[in-house]
Every structure is written in structure tokens, then in C-alpha cells.
């Protein structure tokens, strides 16, 4: 697969030059697109991006209002729903809507209606939403108001801005603190978002939710009992994805919330492969246990690995295993392999680690073995 950072490339700064010359008088295309040319292929995909705004901003009128008018004319029209396709001589969009949302983003402020009208035109071609989040930052009632009129739009992408934009941690995106801290002048929002007939659009509501959910559980857990009664399937599923990282941390309220009361179990079981693992082989476990009730009980079934850290302390990371529903009387058997291998995320140490097994958020087994690693822990394996 083509790297991403290949979508901004030598040829969309040639549309992108191309446009504004028809826009500009005096524009000398040369003299914009020498210097980009010159770094853009040393450069990561947001570097790019920022290196194509940075140039854009030195040759766009100083005038915000006709800034904007330029940038709206360079807009390729919008066909149907589907984002994608190439720049071409009818417009930008696709993947250069991202340098032109950061011209907006970081230098529109001034013209702070206007230029989040731009942004929403943007978000049809593309996503705006990490642009729109510096008018969030600016000043949260505001540009809330006015994206509260985006909510009934007609365009799913301009929907969907309203739940993407407003998350309160949205990933390679700047972190909204006032959202963070709190998050109910969003709810009334996604309260409106969360039939959106688009699955894409109600998926990214349910992210927004899983964000919230990162600093305010309880809170999401009761919107999650709220917003249950009476759903349809695609809610059910909305708040079961909003609420996925409570799933997996075993939050109770949460659990109790969709359904998943205490584990009512017998005859457990927790057999591992070997106690001794090397880093780069597999930890294999059998998981065997019995219903000790006579109904069905749905199960979510999870490990946990702890961790060895360089002082001597462990460090809990829960891993998704199964759901289930196991019926009276009945016997659950699995089997699992969890590799260790290298990640960014994660500096592996030799010593004791722990095996723990999770039902409906309740520890039901737990087991130690050792870890070897040969290689120094910060030298990745060859």
C-alpha cells in the first residue's frame, strides 16, 4: 500500500499553484512552488501538508474576506456524497483540502463566521475536522452555535464535522481541555446525532463518546442506560462502540448498563503453555470453566498481560477476547496465543509477568510466568 504522505505530492502543488493563479494577479508560480518542491519529498504527510499552508499563506491576500472568496473559487464542485477523487483543473479537494484547512485553521480566525462557513464547504471535499478545532479552542460557545445549524445539514460530511470535530481527543488532533474537563456543551449535540442514517456518521458519534468516557465514565454510562430505552439496533450499537473502552477497562456501571451482571461461574481452569516464554515466542492459554446457573449469561471475555516495567512494578494491558452468551449449565472451552513482539508503544523487561483472565469486568483467574528478553530493551529485534 502507497504511503500516505505520497497523496501530497509534486502534482498537487502543481493544481494547487494552478488555481491560484487564476485567482492572484502577479502570482509567479515559480517562486511558490520551487521552495516546496525542494523539501516536500524529505517530509512526512503533515509536514507536507503544513509546508504547502505555510506558502499558501505567504501569497493569499492579507484581507481574510477575500482570502476566503479565493479559497472558495479554488473548490472543486462536489459530487454527490462520496469524498475522493483527484485535484484537477475544475478544483482542489481530496487530500488538498488538508493544506487548505490549515491556512483556514491556523490564520481564519479574524473572519471567525466566514471562515468556519469556509471550513464546512471544506469538509465536503474532505474532513475539517482538525481544522475546526482552533475555532473551538478560540472560542467554544461560538463556534458551537453556529455548528449546532450543521447538525440537520443535508450533506452527511457536514454532520458528521459537528460529532468529529467537537471530540474531545481526537487522535493526531489538538486536545480540547474545555472538553476534556467537560463535555456537556457537546451532549446536546450528539443527543441530535445519534440516529444520523449514515453508520459513518454514528460511528464517529460513538467516538465521540469513547472519548468522554476516558475522563467522565460514570457519565457516559448513564447517557449509554439514556439512550438504550427504546433503540433501535444501530443505537445499540452506537453505544456499545461508545462505550467499548469501558467494556475493556471492566468499568461495573457501564457493564450493568448493557447487560452484563456478575460472572455466576464454576469449575475454572487456567492452563498455560509454558511459564517460561522468550521475547519474540507465544504465550498459549486454555480458558475452561462452567455456568453456575440455570439461565443464559452474556459474557465478555478478556486478558490482561502485566507487564514487567523497568522498576520492578507491573503495568496492566487488557486485550479483547471474546463475547458469548453461555447457557445454563453449559462449558466454556477456548484456546488463545498472545505474541510478544516488538511495538513503539511498549519497552519489553525481562522478569515475572501475570496472566489474568476478565469476565464482565471480574478477575476469575490469574497466573504468572517469566519473560526473557535476550535483546537490551531498547534495541529492537533484527
Known sequence: MEPFKNNISVELVGWISRHLSHHLPDFDR????????????????????????????RVLPGDLKVRNQVLQAMLHPVEGTLI??????????AWGMFPMGMVVGQHGLAEFDGSMALLKQMTSRFSSEFDVRYYLIADPDRALAIMAGWVTDNNPHVRRLVSEGTRPRLPWGMMLHHFVADPAP???????????????????????????????????????????????????????HGCRTLIKAGHGKTLAVLGYGPPKL?????????????????????????????????????????????????????????????????????????????ITT?????????????????????????????????????
Open 266 to 342: 464454576q469449575s475454572m481452569e487456567l492452563a498455560l503453555n509454558s511459564r517460561e516464554i522468550e521475547f519474540g515466542a507465544a504465550l498459549e492459554f486454555d480458558l475452561k470453566f462452567r455456568s453456575a446457573i440455570g439461565k443464559a449469561q452474556p459474557l465478555v471475555i478478556d486478558f490482561v498481560i502485566h507487564h514487567q516495567k523497568a522498576n520492578g512494578t507491573t503495568s496492566p494491558k487488557v486485550f479483547k477476547w471474546k463475547d458469548t452468551v453461555l447457557g445454563p449449565d453449559m462449558e466454556f472451552s477456548a484456546r488463545k496465543k498472545h505474541v510478544f513482539k516488538p
Open 84 to 93: 475522493g477523487g483527484q485535484s484537477d483543473a475544475q478544483g482542489i479537494r
Open 186 to 240: 457537546i451532549l446536546p449535540l450528539l443527543l441530535a446525532l445519534r440516529d444520523d442514517p449514515e453508520k459513518y456518521g454514528r460511528r464517529s458519534v460513538a467516538n465521540n463518546l469513547n472519548d468522554i468516557a476516558k475522563d467522565h465514565p460514570d457519565l457516559v454510562a448513564d447517557i449509554a442506560r439514556d439512550w438504550l430505552k427504546d433503540a433501535s439496533k444501530d443505537r445499540m450499537r452506537l453505544v456499545r
Open 30 to 57: 515559480a517562486d511558490f512552488e520551487t521552495p516546496i518542491v525542494r523539501e516536500l519529498a524529505q517530509l512526512e504527510l503533515k509536514a507536507r501538508a503544513q509546508l504547502i499552508a505555510d506558502h499558501m499563506h
Open 346 to 382: 511498549r519497552v519489553y523487561y525481562s522478569g515475572q509477568h501475570f496472566l489474568e483472565i476478565m469476565v464482565n469486568g471480574t478477575s476469575i483467574a490469574k497466573e504468572a510466568f517469566q519473560l526473557t528478553v535476550s535483546l537490551t530493551p531498547t534495541q529492537p529485534l533484527p
